[in-house]
């Protein structure tokens, strides 16, 4: 079955624990993405890559981290979390570009930092 | 930047016929998606429109006017299924998708 998934769903840690939140795409798809949504808010998107090896930064990357080694794979890594990126994060991915093409998400990750 | 107004929340009733509009000012403007997210769960694909004109797709139609910076989502013979949020999501020239805070719909029988 075509998707993405993340893990874990959900996370409840403390200020300052480093943490990963895996995402993986099993439809060979290029381009790959990470949201996240806050009441009030909607969608803003994290860090966006194009291809292996190539990152960019959406609207909110900071405090935040991301790596391309594999197609498949785009990981999030919070080095320091704070209690400020408690929120519920959506990873995504696309054939190609954003640009004429769906995105499908992933399922989500709820993260609370106490 | 970009900048993307739609109504929080809009009541319809079972049956009938909802607009969901969205303006927006974008700098470089290549299209604009809707996504549908029921509560709780992953936003997922609706439409996508790049020139002006009506795109219709079964029960949902969306309309584009580049000029005019305006789109809608129409759906037609609303289910209580549909109740779900709404996401206009403008795309610019710097391969950069950025959604609207979403209309909550609501369907009552």
């Known amino acids: 079955e075509a998707q993405v998934t993340q893990n874990p769903r959900y996370l409840i840690t403390v200020t300052g624990k480093k943490l990963t939140v895996t995402c993986s795409q099993n439809m060979n798809h290029e381009y790959m993405s990470w949201y996240r949504q806050d009441p009030g808010l909607g969608l803003r998107q994290i860090y966006y890559s194009m291809n292996v090896e190539v990152t960019d930064k959406g609207d909110v990357p900071e405090g935040y981290k991301v790596s391309r080694k594999e197609k498949r794979n785009f990981p999030l890594i919070l080095e320091s979390p704070s209690p400020n990126q408690t929120s519920l994060y959506f990873c995504?991915?696309?054939?190609?570009?954003?640009?004429?093409?769906?995105?499908?998400f992933g399922p989500g990750t709820r993260l609370t930092v106490l | 930047g970009q900048n993307i107004d739609q109504p929080t929340e809009m009541t319809a009733t079972e049956g009938a016929i909802v607009q969901i509009n969205c303006t927006y000012q974008t700098s470089g403007f290549n299209g604009l998606f809707w996504y549908q997210q029921h509560a709780g769960e992953a936003p997922t694909f609706l439409s996508y429109?790049?020139?002006?004109g009506l795109e219709e797709k079964g029960r949902f139609s969306s309309f584009l006017s580049r000029s005019k910076g305006y789109s809608y989502l129409l759906l037609k013979e609303l289910q209580m299924k549909d109740s779900a949020s709404y996401l206009c999501a403008p795309y610019n020239a710097g391969n950069m998708l950025t959604f609207g805070g979403g209309t909550r719909l609501m369907v009552k029988p």
């Open positions: 429109n790049v020139l002006d």
């Open positions: 995504a991915s696309s054939l190609e570009w954003v640009r004429d093409n769906e995105q499908f």
